[in-house]
């Protein structure tokens, strides 16, 4: 079984600081995503890669970054949080050959008061 | 940039009724996919569907892709208790994956 692993379920942090979300898949996939997901907005992407080093904007990228220095591990980083960056925040890969299935993390919950 | 409609965003229903979910966009999709999100779950994929006017049925559950490739639904049978869940449509279209707005599905037993 895939399995996509998020380093956090629950997170409380205080406006300003830089906060750190992991994800690791253990599947060899080459393309790993980041959403974000509210009540009545549905899932709206965030950042995208297709390769190590390698990133892309989704639909709603302000006030977030990504890194991925190895294949299987994809991180958001926000640089200093906001009240409205509080949300549930789910980590996705998909295998090779791009328009495929997604597999999802558990998610991890941000507070951010 | 593409945008994926879905309607209803949330239906109650007895247990024992049907229940339907519909996706509409604005573009013609290549395919579409859908997902199941159980209550504190994250989603899950159901099914794919890529040819006009294609249906698929997996027990209960039967979905469709409209012949013009720009709708799908996904209608399930006689609901169940397990069948409670966020019904998320989405499709691919410049390497990005988006989403509907979801269905939240709730049973009345």
């Known amino acids: 079984d895939v399995k996509v692993t998020q380093s956090s379920r629950y997170l409380v942090k205080r406006t300003g600081e830089k906060v750190f979300l992991e994800c690791v898949q253990d599947?060899?996939?080459?393309?790993m995503f980041w959403y974000r997901q509210d009540p009545g907005l549905g899932l709206r992407l965030i950042y995208f890669?297709?390769?190590?080093?390698?990133?892309e904007k989704g639909d709603i990228p302000e006030g977030y970054s990504v890194s991925r220095e190895k294949k299987e591990r994809f991180s958001l980083i926000l640089e200093s949080a906001s009240t409205n960056q509080t949300s549930m925040y789910l980590c996705?890969?998909?295998?090779?050959?791009?328009?495929?299935?997604?597999?999802f993390g558990a998610g991890t919950r941000l507070s951010v008061l | 940039g593409q945008q994926v409609m879905q309607i209803p965003q949330y239906q109650h229903v007895q247990e024992g009724e049907d229940f339907t979910t519909y996706c509409n966009s604005s573009?013609?999709?290549?395919?579409i996919q859908w997902y199941k999100q159980r209550p504190g779950g994250h989603p899950v994929f159901l099914i794919q569907?890529?040819?006009?006017?294609e249906v698929k049925k997996q027990k209960r559950l039967t979905f469709q892709f409209g012949e013009a490739k720009k709708n799908s639904s996904l209608h399930i049978t006689a609901t169940q208790t397990t069948d409670v869940g966020t019904y998320f449509c989405?499709?691919?279209?410049?390497?990005?994956?988006?989403f509907g707005t979801g269905t939240r599905l709730t049973i009345i037993p």
């Open positions: 996705a890969s998909t295998p090779t050959g791009r328009q495929n299935i997604q597999y």
């Open positions: 599947m060899d996939h080459e393309n």
């Open positions: 890669s297709y390769d190590v080093k390698m990133k």
């Open positions: 573009t013609t999709l290549s395919n």
């Open positions: 569907l890529v040819k006009s006017g």
């Open positions: 989405a499709a691919w279209k410049n390497e990005k994956l988006t």
